[in-house]
């Protein structure tokens, strides 16, 4: 089973950068699919949520508007489009995979996002 998140980097404020997290190893389809991120000192925060069809999604207050969650079932990937980006946003940002019905879960190994001028 693998979680590999990539698209992390630095990225000037106000600007925009994709997060992908690309699944292996088990029914990704099954799985409902979560960003987290996890500033410096800080505890790891929801930030965004998606539904096992896609049908669905949620985001943390904080980041409504600005980013987007997105799904392919066919590529086994998660994405998360994050625009208008502000320094408050810098984390290691983790995509996670969870069966509801059973509560199995998986955790990617995290992205840094850095946004700074």
């Known amino acids: 089973v693998q979680l590999v998140e990539s698209g992390g980097g630095l990225v000037q404020p106000g600007g925009s950068l994709r997060l992908s997290c690309a699944a292996s190893g088990f029914t990704f389809s099954n799985y409902q699919l979560k960003w987290y991120r996890q500033a410096a000192g800080k505890e790891r925060e929801l930030v965004a949520f998606i539904s096992s069809t896609g049908g669905n999604t949620n985001y943390a207050d904080s980041v409504k508007g600005r980013f987007t969650i997105s799904r392919d079932n066919v590529k086994n990937t998660v994405y998360l489009q994050m625009n208008s980006l502000g320094s408050e946003d810098t984390a290691v940002y983790y995509c996670?995979?969870?069966?509801?019905?059973?509560?199995?879960?998986?955790w990617g190994q995290g992205t840094q996002v850095t946004v700074s001028s």
């Open positions: 996670n995979a969870k069966y509801e019905l059973t509560g199995r879960e998986y």
